[in-house]
């Protein structure tokens, strides 16, 4: 089964690089871009076919390594 675990910086933390993206895009005239954020994502493939115990192992994942919960949310998402 795929999944994907999506990572964003928490609101409230400063985000320079989405800073720069939102400039970068309003130097190239794309108009209607009032903020951007950046984030990772993580596309993973779980052997089986329990959507609980994958999401719960993804959980875990994202707590342990693929996420800095301090600063970072994430989302994991059973997507086939």
């Not at 609101?11 to 309003?26: F, M, N, T």
Request: aromatic residues 2%.
């Amino acid at each position: 089964m795929k999944a994907r675990v999506t990572v964003t910086l928490k609101q409230g933390v400063l985000d320079p690089q989405g800073k720069a993206i939102e400039g970068a895009l309003k130097a190239l005239g794309i108009d209607g871009v009032a903020s951007v954020r950046q984030g990772k994502v993580f596309d993973v493939e779980v052997p089986g076919d329990d959507r609980g115990r994958a999401e719960a192992a993804l959980k875990a994942a994202a707590e342990r390594l693929l996420a800095n919960t301090v600063i970072e949310d994430y989302r994991v998402e059973i997507v086939g």
